[in-house]
Structures are given as structure tokens and as C-alpha cells.
């Protein structure tokens, strides 16, 4: 030891820069690796629609990949898209995929409110498995959910009831959307039946109610547990996580239950 100790202290002079040399070079690896990995793209084409104030939009999207297989560009090949908050539904499987940061509304699950990465994903491999939302790198099983662009955009992976001035107007089923422009043009989009179509709404009480929910159109709020909560911009949430979903997740439904068994008694004629 005593002579590796000598050794050093006479060559010190010598080892000092062949070690900062070294850790330059592990360092310099790294970051290439890394480099590398962050700027792998695989562009993958599909067939996809959106569809603009009730109109249908057919067209094959450039969807791009990084080595983590997330979503980082996705781009028109045959027309002219400038991407907002509307869906993009998959024509040959049962996904869609959400090309803005969204705000993830859970009414049963104490009223929470989380940011969705851009593009992310909802949906599921096959009529036998569950929908799943792909946010980042999690994926994991969701339920009683809208989603929100923080303007007037919302998406429902329930069917709900569109309420206008106090009388149902239409049902929608599972995975529509709706857009409310302006305060005047109201555009939806029914999944089940692929049928868009606009309504003007301006001076009139629109609205959204389902067994769990209760959502104002005119204010973007919904109501729980008797209370008026206000929804949030997405860029201004947490990001979505799994952390206390589960353990969360019945004690809020129960909780719900009891408070939609008193709503009803008031907004009967709705869930008729």
C-alpha cells in the first residue's frame, strides 16, 4: 500500500489529468447515448379522422416515435391539419389520440383534476380488453373520466346527455366529444353513431348530466357532492399519475352515490 501511496505522490502531476481525461470521456459517452436515444424518430403512417364543426375529415397521419415509443410529432400526409384540441380517432382500431395537453377530470374520484401530456392516448387493443390512457410512459386503466382543452372543448368517455334550457337535446355515446365556440356554435361528435352536427346555443342553458355527472357548458364547472368546482386550465394541473387511485377510488363512488340519489330527486327527467 505504502508503495502505492509513493508511487502516486510522485506521479500525481501525471495521473490527475489522465483521470480527468478519463471521466471526460465517460461523460462525453454518455451524453451521446443519450443524445442518440432522445433523437431515434419512427415515423409511422395511419389511417385516421377528426372531425371539424360536425364535418368528417379523412386522412393518413405521419404519427412519430421515439426509442420510449412515445408519441413526439404527428403530421398530415395527404392534406393540409392545422391540430388543436380535436380528437383524432383511429379508423382501424379502437384508439384515439388527444394532439393537445388536456385537463383529466375525475368527478368520483374526489373531484380531481390532473394535465394529460400531448398526445397521449385512449383506447384499447381489442372488444375484449379494457381502454387504457397512454400518458408518457404510464398506461394504465382509467374509468368516469371527461377531458377538458381549457377553452370550450370536452370529451366523455361515458355516455352523457346534452341538456339545453332544462330539456334533452341528444344522448352521446361513449368517446364523443363536443366543442362550444364563442358562447354561439355548439358542435358535437356522436362515436356510436360517426354522426357530427352544430347547434347554435347562444342565450341558452347548455349542459351535460350522466349518473355521476353534472357539468355547466356556460360556466365550464360541474357540481360535487353539492358543490360548484371550477375546471382549471391544463397547463396550470399536476400531471396525471397512478399514485392513490385505487385506494381513492370506492370510498369517492359510495360517497357519489349518496349524493346523485338526492341530485336525481331534483334532475329526475334527465336520466330518464
Known amino acids: 500500500m505504502k508503495k502505492i501511496v509513493d508511487f502516486c505522490k510522485k506521479r500525481y502531476k501525471i495521473l490527475i489529468p489522465i ?17 442518440k436515444y432522445d433523437s431515434y ?6 389511417n385516421v379522422y377528426q372531425y371539424f364543426g ?15 415509443k412515445n408519441i413526439v410529432d404527428i403530421a398530415a400526409k395527404d392534406k393540409k391539419i ?8 383511429y379508423k382501424d382500431t379502437d384508439n384515439i389520440l388527444f394532439p393537445k395537453v388536456m385537463n383529466i377530470v375525475f368527478p ?30 404510464n ?23 346534452l341538456i339545453v334550457d332544462d330539456q334533452e337535446y341528444v344522448k352521446l355515446s361513449p368517446n364523443s366529444f363536443l366543442e362550444v365556440v364563442g358562447g354561439y356554435t355548439l358542435s358535437y361528435y356522436d362515436k356510436e353513431k360517426d354522426e357530427g352536427k352544430m347547434l347554435e346555443v347562444e342565450g341558452k342553458k347548455i349542459s351535460i348530466v350522466n349518473d355521476y355527472l353534472d357539468l355547466s357548458l356556460n360556466d365550464n ?39 346523485y340519489c338526492r341530485r336525481s330527486e331534483i334532475y329526475g327527467n334527465y336520466f330518464s
Do not use: C
Open 139 to 161: 398506461n394504465v386503466i382509467y374509468d368516469h373520466f371527461f377531458l377538458f382543452d381549457g377553452d370550450g372543448l370536452y370529451f366523455f368517455s361515458d355516455e352523457v346527455s
Open 41 to 46: 424518430r419512427n415515423k409511422v403512417e395511419a
Open 54 to 68: 360536425g364535418i368528417r375529415t379523412d386522412y393518413t397521419a405521419i404519427i412519430t416515435y421515439n426509442l420510449k
Open 19 to 35: 483521470m480527468v481525461v478519463f471521466v471526460l470521456l465517460i461523460t462525453v459517452f454518455y451524453l451521446y447515448k443519450e443524445y
Open 221 to 259: 364547472s360541474f357540481k360535487y357532492l353539492g358543490k360548484k368546482v371550477l375546471l382549471i386550465a391544463p397547463d396550470n394541473l399536476k400531471e396525471l399519475s397512478f399514485d392513490n387511485w385505487q385506494e381513492k377510488k370506492t370510498n369517492d363512488i359510495i360517497k357519489f352515490r349518496i349524493e
Open 82 to 89: 392545422e391540430f388543436d384540441a380535436t380528437p383524432i380517432y
Open 108 to 137: 368520483l374520484m374526489d373531484a380531481k383534476q390532473f394535465r394529460l401530456y400531448k398526445y397521449s392516448n385512449y383506447g384499447r387493443d381489442d372488444e375484449n380488453s379494457s381502454y387504457k390512457i397512454t400518458n408518457g410512459n
